[in-house]
């Protein structure tokens, strides 16, 4: 993983200095919350329904043992012994007190960590496949060219103030495991027919209040390329995008207002001005960042350990963790471990100090001190042996993290609604909860098979409820809290935008009528076939019948 260099570790700690006197002056009184929220914004720090929040970076998901125990440490000083991974691979702490938050930004700093564009109308995080370096169908390791854009777009000083916030994702696989379609630019690695390196480029997807799935401006940008063309991307945005009105202000308005044919030309005229300019990426410079993400030193192993199968085959509960959390790795005798923040115990994403402290040992022990977090509020383990999965999986189960339910029902992405969020309408973890509970029966979860569901307590859609296959947004009326569903979402490669399927159900309805959908399914699915792929067989008319019957009545 990149390590600080000395420009990296000086720049963090003159941010965490410049912070402590900002703190300071509004601790006196000498700034007031308006003008003070701007800097708090830069550095990550957010005031919240109840308390600050304060969201700190993880670029592009991975992160150390060392630093893993640093967070711990940070739950238990400054919050409440807990922290909640978000969906831009990030961890959030949500009760420091304002005066110990340069303090905890100085102990980030000392583990090469910080929170410098989590919050803000600047590039956020950039994020990128969380199996990467290790997946068998990958062009190249994502990490190194997020890595590359995350350095060239920190505290550039023309894309500091935008218009909005402003979301990069990277992916090298044909399976889409990082939502790229939805990011405001979201990067394909491709080889042409020549085997050279480039990007297909995305622009204008996005969530909210406006959803849209982006769309592809270059079909191949070289390597050496990419950042005068992101630069140009950025330059045209933030020219020609709305400033009159937030909700108007992300690209994927520009894109939809302008057309992607006139957006496109005037992107590729912008491109021709500083193609040739120093934002040429040399090769010697994508190699020096590649030899900070170069494979562990794996062991020559055989292709199936003897001792894992019979494992499998002498435990069930073990086979079903494998069938459910665990994925092939491009290197023989190794595997990919799923660890689900989706417990009985906690909300969607979090996770204790005391779990965070034992996965910090098992990252060491068993996949070479390093942890992945994903963009659906989990945790990865990205190079294990097969023959010490048994042994994980055992060491997992006794911190309550051996949960088989990736992709599940109960792996849910959910926002942290009106527990937490002052923009929120709704709750959205309790709801969670129940659902949890109602489908707490594991083989009746594997029965369901792949079923993503999703949850915003608004409109803002932090939940990425519009791309679950069941998507729930929570609405207020009249100080009641009531949930709208969507059907048909997909976050993946076969992306789509859920549809509503009807009127919203109160929040003591909510779960029944998720039950309703889900038993239909099963009522009418061929072999096979999971509940996407039932929905977009037979349209959204049947499940609307079932959901609605008293609508039939009526009109009959």
Known sequence: MYRYDEF???????????????????????????????????????????????????????????QMRKLAQIARTYDRGYGHFTTRQN??????????????????????????????????????????????????DSRIWAEIVRQWSTLHPEFTFLGRKFKIAVSASD???????????????KKNDAGETGFEVWIGGGLGRTPMIGKISNEFVPAEDLLSYLEAVLRVYNMNGR????????????????????LRAQIDAEWAAIKDSALKVPEYEIE??????????????????????????????????????????????????????????????????????????????????????????????????????????RELGEIGLAMPNIGKVTDMIVCPGLDYCGLANTRSIPVAQRISKRYADLDQQFDLGELKLKISGCINACGHHHVGHIGLLGVDRRGEEFYQITLGGSGAEDAAIGSIIGPAFSSSDIVDAVEELINFYVEIRNQGERFLDTYRRVGAAPFKSRLYPEKLDAAA
């Open 288 to 393: 020096r960042i590649r030899v900070y993400f170069a494979p562990p030193p794996f062991e020559t192993l055989n292709a199936v350990d003897r001792g894992f199968e019979t494992k499998k085959f002498e435990n069930p509960e073990f086979s079903r963790w494998v069938n459910g959390n665990v994925v092939a790795h491009k290197q023989v005798g190794y595997a990919i471990v799923n660890i689900s923040l989706k417990t009985d115990d906690l909300p969607p994403g979090d996770i204790t100090a005391d779990q965070m402290d034992n996965l910090a040992d098992l990252a060491e022990n068993y996949s070479f001190d390093e942890i992945r977090a994903t963009h659906e509020q989990n945790l990865v383990f990205a190079h294990v042996k097969q023959s010490e999965l048994f042994e994980l999986w």
């Open 175 to 189: 399976y889409d495991r990082a939502v790229v379609r939805f990011h405001d630019i979201g990067l394909f690695i």
């Open 243 to 262: 400033r009159d009105n937030k909700y108007k202000a992300r690209i994927k308005i520009l894109v939809h207002e302008t057309g992607l044919d006139e």
């Open 91 to 140: 961890i959030q702490f949500n009760w420091p007190k304002l005066e110990d938050v340069p303090n905890l930004l100085a102990e980030l700093a000392d583990v090469e960590m910080h929170a410098i564009q989590t919050s803000g109308n600047c590039i956020r995080n950039v994020t990128a496949d969380p199996y990467a370096g290790a997946i068998v169908d990958e062009v190249d």
């Open 8 to 66: 990296d570790r000086k720049f963090v700690n003159e941010r965490v200095a410049e912070f402590r006197g900002q703190v300071a002056r509004r601790m006196s009184g000498e700034l007031s919350e308006e003008e003070f929220r701007p800097l708090r914004l830069m550095n990550g720090l957010y005031l919240q329904l109840h308390a600050y929040m304060l969201r700190v970076a993880i670029p592009y998901g991975t992160f150390s043992a060392e």
